[in-house]
């Protein structure tokens, strides 16, 4: 089964999403199953994971609620609060949906410490302990911080979103190839292939420029822990869908067996967010 192991969902006229504004141009627009199915037929991807785009468990119910008629929906990684008082109660309401896969704090829009904040530490132990799923929504300045939440919670089943946005267009390595090399030490840790083009309306980009992020990713995490994101539509600021996938195929060279593809195309996702049971 190939599944795009990273996608998004939503309406404009849901008003809980904060950064979807009119000058995002063509990003500024409904985006649901209906202009997605006909591309993953095309390019035979038979489930998806989507993802959550605004930090309110209400989009959760929304995701939800569309992966309750919409067979390509493998699974949702939502939002929920992990500073409040009651993230238990409401993460095991959630969870009783067995389409409710994983979880993604915005981590993004948020201080780079602020993973490790007391009640956010206690309720990532929670998680930890039932092997829950987390999607890292990294920037580069959140790395060193992970590195120290994964020091206090290794066991965490956690995954770097877009290889934590590292600085492609500048070219510049370091320190991100250091801290994703230190992260992918746990080997509860995968990272998502997707996310690698630039979220500036018809920015430039090439292959060339990514290949060397891909390689520091794939050579720290292995085969077996990277899988592919297509992050539609927020790739469509730089690039289709298509190339995408493209870019994707282009960047794994010709030392990965049909095996190997198998897994970064949809096996490893299956695996890490359980959707096999």
Request: with cysteine; hydrophobic share 45%; proline share 7%.
């Amino acid at each position: 089964m190939r599944i795009d192991a990273h996608q998004h969902y939503w309406l404009t006229s849901r008003t809980d999403y904060g950064w979807l504004k009119p000058s995002l141009g063509r990003i500024y627009a409904d985006y649901m199953p209906e202009q997605l199915k006909p591309l993953l037929e095309l390019y035979d991807i038979q489930k998806t994971i989507v993802v959550q785009a605004a930090p309110t468990s209400e989009e959760a119910e929304f995701l939800l609620s569309i992966a309750e008629k919409e067979p390509t929906i493998a699974g949702v990684v939502g939002w929920l609060d992990l500073e409040s008082n009651t993230f238990e109660q409401e993460w095991d309401r959630f969870r009783c949906n067995p389409k409710f896969v994983g979880l993604r704090p915005m981590i993004q829009d948020l201080p780079s410490d602020w993973i490790l904040g007391e009640t956010v530490i206690r309720h990532l132990k929670l998680l930890a302990d039932a092997q829950f799923p987390v999607d890292l929504q990294a920037n580069p300045r959140h790395l060193p911080y992970i590195v120290e939440l994964l020091e206090q919670v290794p066991d965490l089943r956690a995954v770097v979103d877009h290889l934590a946005k590292p600085p492609i267009l500048e070219g510049t390595m370091e320190p991100w190839a250091s801290q994703i090399r230190q992260i992918a030490a746990y080997p509860n840790v995968m990272c998502k292939l997707s996310g690698m083009v630039p979220e500036q309306l018809d920015a430039d980009w090439t292959q060339a420029a990514i290949q060397p992020f891909v390689d520091v990713v794939v050579e720290a995490f292995g085969k077996q822990r990277v899988m592919f994101g297509s992050d539609w539509p927020v790739c469509l600021f730089s690039a289709t869908y298509a190339q995408v996938l493209e870019l994707i195929k282009s960047s794994l060279d010709a030392s990965w067996t049909e095996e190997e593809l198998a897994a970064v195309y949809g096996g490893n996702a299956s695996r890490f967010y359980r959707l096999n049971g």
